[in-house]
T-cell receptor, first 116, second 115 residues
Framework: GAVVSQHPSRVICKSGTSVKIECRSL??????MFWYRQFPKKSLMLMAT?????????EQGVEKDKFLINHASLTLSTLTVTSAHPEDSSFYIC????????????FGPGTRLTVL | AQSVAQPEDQVNVAEGNPLTVKCTYS??????LFWYVQYPNRGLQFLLK??????LVKGSYGFEAEFNKSQTSFHLKKPSALVSDSALYFC?????????????FGKGTKLSVKP
């Protein structure tokens, strides 16, 4: 149980285009999902917290107009990187917390974004 | 502010030997502590957590961790390492300062188990 999927697993795009990454909780409902960014050999940096049916909460320094987050249902959150640039290239990981259970987060497999 | 520290960038162990991956924490209240493992180009997998109760917590894949309040540590241990345990290990603490209870991660420790 507690499986989280991400799609796509890998994406390559041209500079200036937008890319959407999906995060799904497959066997549970997630009122809260988190989006992280991980640089090579670095820890995870929390970008934003996504709550179903409300606006995401962004961490300091994260541009909300560039990283659009939509949590439209209890099983799906999306991250859209708008007008992507090479410096946005990274490994993006989502996690989900089971509704009513507030401690453990379950992570997706990650999405490798490469912007040319 | 809550934080965790993983003092070792890399730990090298021979297969069959015990392993320890260190983690110390700093929190203002009772800590919620976690260990996650990450294999190359993959997301994080939950190993174990400490909320309350027994100081020795048993988790997945034969791993365990000992909560030590006096030393503010939560070291990850396994009695006999496997080559397949080679991965990146993250210690994390729940952020009480955040409104959503997100996790604060250490920088990670690369575990290398040689045959």
């Amino acid at each position: 149980g507690a499986v989280v999927s991400q799609h796509p697993s890998r994406v390559i795009c041209k500079s200036g285009t937008s890319v959407k990454i999906e995060c799904r909780s497959l066997d549970f409902q997630a009122t809260t999902m988190f989006w992280y960014r991980q640089f090579p050999k670095k820890s995870l940096m929390l970008m934003a917290t996504s709550n179903e049916g409300s606006k995401a909460t962004y961490e300091q320094g994260v541009e909300k107009d560039k990283f659009l987050i939509n949590h439209a249902s209890l099983t799906l959150s999306t991250l859209t990187v708008t007008s992507a640039h090479p410096e946005d290239s990274s490994f993006y990981i989502c996690s989900a917390r089971i509704a009513g259970v507030t401690d453990t987060q379950y992570f997706g497999p990650g999405t490798r974004l490469t912007v040319l | 502010a809550q934080s965790v520290a993983q003092p070792e960038d890399q730990v090298n162990v021979a297969e069959g030997n015990p392993l320890t991956v260190k983690c110390t924490y700093s929190v203002s209240g009772n800590p919620y502590l976690f260990w996650y493992v990450q294999y190359p180009n993959r997301g994080l997998q939950f190993l174990l957590k400490y909320i309350t109760g027994d100081n020795l917590v048993k988790g997945s894949y034969g791993f365990e961790a000992e909560f030590n309040k006096s030393q503010t540590s939560f070291h990850l241990k396994k009695p006999s390492a496997l080559v397949s345990d080679s991965a990146l290990y993250f210690c994390a603490v729940r952020d009480y300062g955040g409104s959503q209870g997100n996790l604060i991660f250490g920088k990670g420790t690369k575990l290398s188990v040689k045959p």
